[in-house]
T-cell receptor, first 113, second 119 residues
Framework: ETGVTQSPTHLIKTRGQQVTLRCSSQ?????VSWYQQALGQGPQFIFQ???????GRGNFPPRFSGLQFPNYSSELNVNALELDDSALYLC????????????FGSGTRLTVV | AQTVTQSQPEMSVQEAETVTLSCTYD???????LFWYKQPPSRQMILVIR??????QNATENRFSVNFQKAAKSFSLKISDSQLGDTAMYFC????????????????FGKGTKLTVNP
């Protein structure tokens, strides 16, 4: 069992729409990161949340936003979807960073048409 | 900015043989971590092995070992006694440790090497 659950597994949206992806981490995992993995590429860091606050962001526009909740779940929201947003979105959580390692979920495959 | 380069898009190996995947990186940092992740068709990213830059000894995990050359900024992965279950995408990744006072630990990934183990 992975310990990090993402939903939905697959999603198809239309350009211009908004989408919310969800991640449920293991109890105690107070840090969660989100990554975007385009087809044939390595994952790229979107942002990280620590104790419900964003504490780092990659090179992604503000229409990518997130939330982290006290129950160790989190969301990635993307507004005004573009065709290039089509990708696998991965959530990774940790109890305490590098000392404990990051656990990845199996991702949400988003297709924008 | 840190970059990670994997120069082998695809590789194949016969079952029970040994294969080495290459990775180079670019950074001005002195203290950092390097990782190899495996991503099977199930899509979940699974940690294979990690290396701390200040440790000169190469990390090993069962059939997996690395050759870490800090001066050359090279970090290759050797898989011994390859098994069919090793078939997957393999990603090399770099991480700078969390700085005191805040900031995030982010992984910088290479583009990956698709490894196929043939029976």
């Amino acid at each position: 069992e992975t310990g990090v659950t993402q939903s939905p597994t697959h999603l198809i949206k239309t350009r211009g729409q908004q989408v919310t992806l969800r991640c449920s981490s293991q109890s105690g995992h107070n840090t969660v990161s989100w990554y975007q993995q385009a087809l044939g590429q390595g994952p790229q860091f979107i942002f990280q949340y620590y104790r419900e606050e964003e504490n780092g962001r990659g090179n992604f526009p503000p229409r990518f936003s997130g939330l982290q909740f006290p129950n160790y779940s989190s969301e990635l929201n993307v507004n005004a979807l573009e065709l290039d947003d089509s990708a696998l979105y991965l959530c990774a959580s940790t109890l305490g960073g590098l000392a404990y390692g990051y656990t990845f979920g199996s991702g949400t495959r988003l297709t924008v048409v | 900015a840190q970059t990670v380069t994997q120069s082998q898009p695809e590789m194949s190996v016969q079952e029970a043989e040994t294969v080495t995947l290459s990775c180079t990186y670019d950074t001005s940092e002195n203290n950092y971590y390097l990782f190899w992740y495996k991503q099977p068709p199930s899509r979940q990213m699974i940690l294979v092995i990690r290396q701390e830059a200040y440790k000169q000894q190469n990390a090993t995990e069962n059939r997996f070992s690395v050759n870490f050359q800090k001066a050359a900024k090279s970090f290759s992965l050797k898989i011994s006694d390859s098994q069919l279950g090793d078939t997957a995408m393999y990603f090399c990744a770099f991480m700078k440790p969390l700085m005191q006072g805040g900031g995030s630990e982010k992984l910088v990934f290479g583009k990956g090497t698709k490894l196929t183990v043939n029976p």
